[in-house]
């Protein structure tokens, strides 16, 4: 009981505030590994906000690794109550949020933290809050543009065929079975043993990765482009939110908006943007795409958002109307590629 008691006061972010004006204590749940960037430049920060903007009212206590669950588990754990707030990576559950799968088709954003403002407003206005609708979404958290990270040399979508590759999830998945290569799903924490058994050859993953799970020796080679997005969102339980008072819930509501997107994804891009730098540093081996094969990876990815589109039609959604809204928000934003 005292290491669990203990374990507690080491898991909250608590300001130092009087006892006996905190009102709530929310858990808040996530998988990754809390030193690295999207805790340590993302989560917590937001979570700390949050304590400071109600004067100590609102207490978080926060759940990192898995702790309360695992990773594709985090939607339904928030939106059952099992957890008051919870870190979703909706690219886990295929085909459950086939609206927001349209983010993880590659090649359509070269900046995260414009990208996340843009996210948060497109999917807010074209169907994303009825499709996450047992929740409230918080904030969008994708990393910088991640890269493929091979053993050896791939500057084009023909380099894929015969290769097994870890994909960052479902869409990168499709992408890399239609250059007929083989995708190998294994979880994050997972890719290091794939590659060093000789199981997979290549991964995709932001820059940060490589440091974060001891990459570099396994996949030194970079093709260096912004080859896909994989966003995050931090959503809340309806019932948990309903509760608070109007003041808390205002608290609440500043810190679930387009800007605090921009803001959490800020300090996880600047980190990748950081391990991009090492990488160099360090002797990796980084090959620029000419503009001919940057146009040959995109005509690759196509039959993507066809199949995207015949994906959420079939569904009821207006797909065109969604995709022009969807490009419109990364223009505005400065987050076209």
Known sequence: MKNLVALGALLSVVTAIPAQAQEVTL???????????PASRGINPWAESVQEASDGRIAIQIFPAQQMGK???HYDMAAQGIVDIAYVNPGYTAGRFPIFSLT???FMTDDSVGAAKAIHTWYSENGGLEEMSDVKLCFVHPHAPGALHS???ITSPEDIAGKNIRPAHATMARFVSLLGGGPVQVPAPEAREALSKGTAEAVTF????MYDFNLTEEVPVHLDMPFYLSSQVMVMNKNSYDRLSDENKAVIDEHCSPEWSGKVA???ADADM???DQLMADGQTFNTPTEEEVAAWREAAMPLIDEWKETVTARG???DSILDAYKAALEANDAAY
């Open 27 to 37: 858990r808040l749940s996530h998988w990754v590994p809390p030193t690295i960037a």
């Open 71 to 73: 990773a594709p588990d």
């Open 104 to 106: 993880e088709i590659p």
């Open 151 to 153: 053993k050896v040399a």
């Open 206 to 209: 932001p820059w940060g990765a």
């Open 266 to 268: 800020q300090g996880w």
């Open 274 to 276: 950081e391990a991009r």
């Open 317 to 319: 959604g207006d797909a």
